[in-house]
């Protein structure tokens, strides 16, 4: 690849696929709504630039004339645990990736990337089948469902190269949200204790350093039409990881597992095969879980 449409570049992992392609040499356009919540570090890269427009204002004109290998649809709006369940937040992505799709056919882009997400399939048994029904348990999983068969049929109607990335549970500098680990750890060097259920699901995690050198490798040689699981391989209970994640700041410090009550009595599941993205592309997890959370922990430390 050598030039290639980012949305979404002020995201957690948008910003983090940004920084990668660039440091491949890449030629990226970020496509944004405020140019002010990129990082600075991008303007000084001779290979980027800068598109700021609503994605409903969008045409073709505003992209530079140019050939465009890879277009990374990443923007989605509602993914903090308080806006998950807003479905008119929900809704408006379903017709923002149509529209970034439409924009993509409309400058021959060769490639068209949309992320999914593992809450798609949050009830599966063991690993996740991509060919199975997808389970979600909140309108954000909901909304990405309907998004991915969406993208399907408008694949199919405008003839626009197209691949399905399932994103996994997302670790790493820089990710400021509520999520699971964020919370620990924040709650840990805080003196707090931190609040859950049983943690008896099972769980794959990645650094996000990994997720977007998948990403990449999906560019690169990912097989149109197909969707794509990025992930670990690596499969634990979930209470494992946060053992793990205290005991790296102090294994003295209590946790609060099993304080919070399920509302449901069927485990949701994380458990993402990797093998055919390894088949096509090539990608073997490098990063482990100890060293990216060693690393994520010293970035919160540095910045609470």
């Known amino acids: 690849m050598k030039s290639v449409i980012v949305t979404g570049g002020t995201g957690f992992i ?13 030629r990226v356009c970020a496509v944004v709504r405020s140019k002010n919540r990129l990082l600075a570090e991008f303007s000084r890269d001779k290979n980027f630039c800068i598109i700021e427009k609503n994605y409903a204002d969008l045409s073709p004109n505003d992209f530079p004339h140019e050939h465009w290998d890879c277009f990374y649809h990443m923007a989605w709006e509602g993914v903090s645990s308080e806006q998950k369940n807003d479905y008119d937040i929900q809704l408006k992505n379903v017709l923002m990736a149509l529209r970034v799709m439409d924009l993509s056919g409309a400058i021959d882009c060769e490639k068209f990337i949309s992320a999914g997400t593992v809450a798609e399939y949050v009830f599966c048994d063991g690993m996740m089948d991509f060919s199975q029904k997808q389970s979600p348990n909140d309108f954000y999983g909901a909304a ?73 490798l999906i560019g690169e040689k990912g097989s149109l039409g197909k969707t794509y699981g990025i992930g670990s391989g690596d499969h634990r209970k ?67």
């Open 144 to 216: 990405k469902v309907a998004t991915h068969y969406f993208l399907d049929v408008q694949s199919s109607r405008l003839g626009v190269p197209y691949i399905w990335a399932v994103l996994p549970s997302t670790f790493g500098e820089r990710r400021s949200d509520n999520n699971i680990i964020t919370y620990t750890i924040k709650s840990l060097l805080s003196g707090e204790i931190p609040q859950y259920g049983s943690l008896d699901q099972m769980w794959d995690f990645l650094h996000v350093s990994e997720v977007v050198r998948a990403l990449y």
């Open 238 to 304: 979930l209470r494992d990881y946060i053992v793990t994640v205290r005991d790296m700041i102090n294994p003295e410090l209590p946790l609060g597992i099993g304080s919070i009550k399920h509302n449901t009595k069927q485990l949701t599941s994380s458990c993402v095969d990797i093998s055919e993205l390894t088949r096509d592309t090539g990608f073997i997890p490098e990063v482990r879980f100890e060293e990216g959370i060693k690393r994520t922990i010293s970035f919160i430390k540095d910045n609470m």
């Open 14 to 26: 948008g910003g983090w696929l940004i920084h990668y392609l660039l440091s491949q040499g890449i």
